[in-house]
C-alpha cells in the first residue's frame, strides 16, 4: 500500500489565488513527521514546512500551512496568494520514528504546480 | 549559514564505469542521508548515516554503497553504473536524530550512456 498518496498529478491556479495539494498518508507508527518539499526546475528539494504528529497545531510558516487531519491522515498543504515563482513539483513525504533515529523520508509521487498569470 | 552542497552538480559516465558523489551537509548537522530520483521510481531512499555509522539502508543493490567521515561529510559510490543508474542523487541534512526539519542540497545530476 503506499504510504503517501497525492492524488493531484497536476494543478493550474490562477495568479493571486490560494491552492490546496492534497496529501494523505498511511502508518501505524504514532510517532511520525510530515514534511512539504517544493522543487523547482533547477532540480533541488526546498523545505517548506513540517508538522509532528503530537503538534496540537497545525503548522505555519508564512504564505504556507498545513491542514493536519490526524484522523482522516491527511496533510493539505495550503498556499495563500499564490505567485508565479510557486510554479513547481510539490512532493508531501513522511518520516515514521517507530526506529529510533531513523531519517529515511517516504515520499509522495508530487504535484505539478503551475500559476497562471 | 552555508545550505547542503553537492558535488558534482553534473556528471556523465559511461556503463560499467564507477562514480563518486560528495555532500557536504550543513555546518553542525550530524545527519546525511541519500535518495535517487527517478521519473519512474520517483524519489527513493538510498541510505542515512549518523556519526560516521550506517543507520539505514534502502533496497538497492550493493553497488551503491556510501560513507560518513568524522566531519559529517558522506559519499556515495556507484560500481559497474549501469543505464537505469540516470539519476538525480540527492542529499539531506538534519541536526540530531529525528529532529523536524530536513534539508536538501541541490543533487547531482547522473547521466550513464
Known amino acids: 500500500a503506499q504510504k503517501i498518496t497525492q492524488t493531484q498529478p497536476g494543478m493550474f491556479v490562477q495568479e493571486k489565488e490560494a491552492v490546496t495539494l492534497d496529501c494523505t498518508y498511511d502508518t501505524s507508527d504514532p510517532s511520525y513527521g510530515l514534511f512539504w518539499y517544493k522543487q523547482p526546475s533547477s532540480g533541488e528539494m526546498i523545505f517548506l514546512i513540517y508538522?509532528?504528529?503530537?503538534?496540537?497545531q497545525n503548522a505555519t510558516e508564512g504564505r504556507y500551512s498545513l491542514n493536519f487531519q490526524k484522523a482522516r491522515k491527511s496533510a493539505n498543504l495550503v498556499i495563500s496568494a499564490s505567485q508565479l515563482g510557486d510554479s513547481a513539483m510539490y512532493f508531501c513525504?513522511?518520516?515514521?520514528?517507530?526506529?529510533?533515529?531513523?531519517?529515511?523520508?517516504?515520499f509522495g509521487t508530487g504535484t505539478r504546480l503551475t500559476i497562471i498569470p | 549559514k552555508a545550505g547542503v552542497t553537492q558535488t558534482p552538480r553534473y556528471l556523465i559516465k559511461t556503463r560499467g564505469q564507477q562514480v563518486t558523489l560528495s555532500c557536504s551537509p550543513i555546518s553542525g548537522h550530524r545527519s546525511v542521508s541519500w535518495y535517487q530520483q527517478t521519473p519512474g521510481q520517483g524519489l527513493q531512499f538510498l541510505f542515512e548515516?549518523?556519526?560516521?555509522?550506517?543507520?539505514n539502508k534502502g533496497n538497492f543493490p550493493g553497488r551503491f554503497s556510501g560513507r560518513q567521515f568524522s566531519n559529517s561529510r558522506s559519499e556515495m559510490n556507484v560500481s559497474t553504473l549501469e543505464l537505469g543508474d540516470s539519476a538525480l542523487y540527492l542529499c539531506?541534512?538534519?541536526?540530531?536524530?529525528?529532529?523536524?526539519?530536513?534539508?536538501f542540497g541541490e543533487g547531482s545530476r547522473l547521466t550513464v550512456l
Open positions: 513525504a513522511m518520516r515514521e520514528n517507530s526506529n529510533f533515529g531513523n531519517e529515511k523520508l517516504t
Open positions: 539531506a541534512s538534519s541536526p540530531t536524530q529525528n529532529t523536524g526539519e530536513l534539508f
Open positions: 548515516y549518523f556519526s560516521e555509522t550506517q543507520r
Open positions: 508538522q509532528g504528529s503530537y503538534d496540537q
